[in-house]
């Protein structure tokens, strides 16, 4: 089937690894031109080896704690391809803690590297897109369901709804559509890590933690990047015309919330 996104240029952020990798992965398999980013140079450079196969990849080193950095990489993703279709905005994640353990530079610097980063991106992206632009930001279930010892997710990425909602609004009259996606469990390096620190804390195997985790999951089983991925391909697509400013979950059915 044509999604419509062959030869669309897309700039996915945080891609060396994990869901922005799969996301990144999936553009370049249906035709896309995309630019891949992440803070360090030798993962960006692995990621950019494994995905040349695949399509048309480009690279560009940017730090997402530093808003200018992100200013910086849509600019020169512009300049790189000659415009801008699609902008997936995908972050590193948070240090866990809750409030009695994170520091004060803990909340600024999530502040950063979770919101203002998504801010300049999407107003950044907004400001050179045409007509048919689509901006998609992969945010989390804790904007629905807070996650015990994520409160920098719990907390800082909440507003993600509400830049969503308000850029969707703004933008509308350009053409350009701004929705995100609430990834549930996925497996990536990301779980493993929250999976090691959840067995620490609770003195558990890191088996015994992958099992509470999914036994709350209905659908019985961790998400795999891909099945995002292919959501988020969705919304870029041809196929997706009358949704925006809409999160929409990726989580297997773990998302208690009715709205
Ligand atoms: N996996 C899940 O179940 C899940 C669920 C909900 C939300 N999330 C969120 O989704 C996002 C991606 O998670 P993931 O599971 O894909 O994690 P991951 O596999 O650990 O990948 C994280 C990516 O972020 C990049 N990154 C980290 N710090 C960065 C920075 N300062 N600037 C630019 N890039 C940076 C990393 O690249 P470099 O290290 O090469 O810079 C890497 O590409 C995170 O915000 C995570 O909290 C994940």
């Given at each position: 089937m044509d999604l419509g996104i062959k030869e669309k240029k897309v700039v996915v952020t945080?891609?060396?690894?994990g869901i922005g990798f799969a996301i990144a992965k999936r553009f370049l398999e249906e035709g896309s031109i995309v630019v891949i980013s992440s803070h360090d140079e030798k993962n960006l450079q692995k990621a950019y080896e494994k995905l040349k196969e695949y399509g048309n990849v480009k690279k560009e080193i940017a730090d997402l704690s530093n808003p200018n950095s992100v200013k910086n990489l849509i600019r020169k993703s512009v300049d790189i391809m000659g415009g801008l279709d699609v902008l997936v905005y995908v972050t590193g994640s948070p240090k866990p803690g809750d409030l009695l353990s994170l520091k004060d530079e803990d909340w600024s610097y999530a502040f950063n590297l979770l919101l203002m980063s998504a801010v300049v991106a999407v107003r950044e992206a907004g400001n050179v897109m045409g007509r048919g632009g689509r901006i998609i930001l992969s945010t989390s279930m804790t904007l629905r369901q807070p996650i015990d010892n994520l409160d920098l997710s719990n907390v800082v990425r909440l507003s993600l709804a509400g830049l969503v909602k308000s850029a969707s609004r703004e933008f509308a009259s350009k053409g350009i559509l701004v929705n995100g996606v609430m990834p549930g469990w996925i497996f990536t390096d990301r779980v493993k890590q929250l999976v090691k620190d959840r067995s620490l804390r609770e003195n558990k195997s890191e088996e015994e933690v992958l099992q509470d985790i999914t036994k709350d999951i209905p659908l019985g089983r961790i998400g795999q990047p891909e099945e995002l991925a292919n959501v988020v391909l969705f919304l870029a697509?041809?196929?997706?015309?009358?949704?925006?400013g809409s999160l929409i979950p990726v989580d297997g059915g773990v998302i208690k919330a009715i709205f």
């Open positions: 945080a891609s060396s690894k697509s041809s196929l997706s015309t009358y949704i925006t």
